[in-house]
């Protein structure tokens, strides 16, 4: 089955600074891949996402790259906040359900 | 107004016992899907449900029943609970199966506390 691994687990950047995180996938049947924000106490959400027919995908301050052939694929956080602090998860999937990566804690400091 | 709702929040009990966690969707989804994360964060899919049908069932202990009344509810309920059971418990649901073409809708979860 599909193997999720994201790294780095901990994440600590100033304000300003850029972020990036970076996920690697086994199943190269695997053709979606979403990354969610979890805030403290709350349920993940949804930030950004990108269909293995592209290669970056961009929203505002947050962009997502994908390397099908190395199977792996990053978010970049540009022009951190405060309010990006949060745990971050990529996952990955065929369209039935998703598979999590681990998580990675990022700490924006002001 | 809360899309996906779970009571409760917070569940703390014995081991032995047996226990039931409730999930309400007010998006008008079909399908439904209960996570566990684990102490160390790790997020695992347990079951997705669609139109009341089960769809997903990942190896979960048979200890573990999901039952669905109707497209809008989804309910977990654990019998003899252990204390590996301890976790956060995730509601979600989408508008349908295909995860590529519908975003799938997490609820607050329910933090479970074996004893």
């Known amino acids: 089955g599909e193997n999720v691994e994201q790294h780095p687990s901990t994440l600590s950047v100033q304000e300003g600074d850029s972020a990036v995180i970076k996920c690697t996938y086994s199943?190269?049947?695997?053709?979606?891949f979403p990354w969610y924000k979890q805030e403290l106490g709350k349920g993940p959400q949804l930030i950004i996402d990108?269909?293995?027919?592209?290669g970056e995908k961009k929203d505002q301050r947050i962009a997502v790259t994908l390397n099908k052939t190395a199977k792996h694929f990053s978010l970049h956080i540009t022009e951190t906040q405060p309010e990006d602090s949060a745990v971050y998860f990529c996952?990955?999937?065929?369209?039935?359900?998703?598979?999590f990566g681990t998580g990675t804690r990022l700490q924006v400091f002001p | 107004d809360t899309a996906v709702s779970q009571t409760p929040k917070y569940l703390v009990t014995q081991m032995g016992n047996d226990k039931s966690i409730k999930c309400e969707q007010n998006?008008?989804?079909?399908?439904m899907y209960w996570y566990k994360q684990d102490s160390k964060k790790f997020l695992k899919i347990m079951f997705s449900?669609?139109?009341?049908?089960?769809?997903i069932n990942e190896t979960v202990p048979n200890r573990f029943s999901p039952k669905s009344p109707d497209k809008a509810h989804l309910n977990l309920h654990i019998n003899s609970l252990e204390l590996g059971d301890s976790a956060v418990y995730f509601c979600?649901?989408?508008?349908?199966?295909?995860?590529?073409?519908?975003?799938?809708?997490f609820g607050p979860g329910t933090r479970l506390t074996v004893t």
């Open positions: 979600a649901s989408s508008q349908g199966l295909d995860l590529i073409s519908y975003e799938q809708y």
């Open positions: 199943d190269s049947a695997s053709n979606y």
């Open positions: 990108i269909r293995s027919n592209v």
């Open positions: 996952a990955a999937s065929r369209g039935d359900k998703l598979i």
């Open positions: 998006l008008g989804h079909d399908t």
């Open positions: 449900y669609n139109n009341k049908e089960l769809i």
